[in-house]
């Protein structure tokens, strides 16, 4: 399957500050990209789902200044968790999708805010 | 309503045996795909098998296979000869129509057993 590169894997921020979180399509172009939330033992939340160019669009309930997004280009998309907090702390994961119906996921990043 | 189900409580498989993964789904769009994910404790999402609404064969990839039911509304995944690396959590999803969303079951929990 096609390849799709998210960093940092791992990351521990201090408290009020932001954390940009890079997910990049590296063999192919990805017209859309998703990024998830999930929590311990749970399935994947989707926060929102990027186009190239344009603005995100959030599901209900994620507050788009907190979590910005962008996708300047058809293989970069990043996320910025804002002025974190402890509760931001959880697993992200990106995912792009190409012409195809599948979707690849990056391999995550798990943030701590301390 | 939920849109994918996934009942089956954590299940423990001895290596070289077949297991099944349980997927049903609710839908009104004539036009979906159904996807099954790994996701092992390292947290990628791997992509594993695609069955589209019209195919007409189970969608079969190497030791994956995807038994679809459409009247029946299942898409249960067949993983045959289980490996110990096979022990991971199941997702199934599904996007209906032209929709570029992915809608998650919760998973199924799978521990390989040599």
């Known amino acids: 399957g096609a390849v799709v590169s998210q960093h940092p894997s791992r990351v521990i921020c201090k408290s009020g500050t932001s954390v940009k979180i890079e997910c990049r399509s590296l063999?192919?172009?990805?017209?859309?990209m998703f990024w998830y939330r999930q929590f311990p033992k749970q399935s994947l939340m989707l926060m929102a789902t990027?186009?190239?160019?344009?603005?995100?669009?959030?599901e209900q309930g994620v507050e788009k200044d907190k979590f910005l997004i962008n996708h300047a280009s058809l293989t970069l998309s990043t996320l910025t968790v804002t002025s974190a907090h402890p509760e931001d702390s959880s697993f992200y994961i990106c995912?792009?999708?190409?012409?195809?119906?599948?979707?690849?996921f990056g391999q995550g990043t798990r943030l701590t805010v301390v | 309503a939920q849109k994918i189900t996934q009942t089956q409580p954590g299940m423990f498989v001895q290596e070289k045996e077949a297991v099944t993964l349980d997927c049903t789904y609710d839908?009104?769009?004539?036009?979906?795909?159904l996807f099954w994910y790994k996701q092992p404790s390292s947290g990628e999402m791997i992509f594993l098998i695609y069955?589209?609404?019209?195919?007409?064969q189970n969608a079969t990839e190497g030791r994956y296979s995807l038994n679809f039911q459409k009247a029946r509304k299942s898409a249960n995944l067949v993983i045959s000869a289980s490996q110990l690396g096979d022990s991971a959590m199941y997702f199934c999803?599904?996007?209906?129509?032209?929709?570029?969303?992915?809608?998650f079951g919760k998973g199924n929990q799978v521990v390989v057993i040599p």
């Open positions: 995912s792009a999708r190409g012409a195809g119906p599948e979707a690849f």
């Open positions: 063999d192919f172009q990805a017209t859309t």
């Open positions: 990027s186009n190239e160019g344009s603005k995100a669009t959030y």
């Open positions: 839908t009104s769009d004539q036009s979906y795909g």
């Open positions: 069955q589209g609404s019209y195919d007409e």
């Open positions: 999803a599904m996007r209906e129509g032209s929709s570029n969303r992915l809608a």
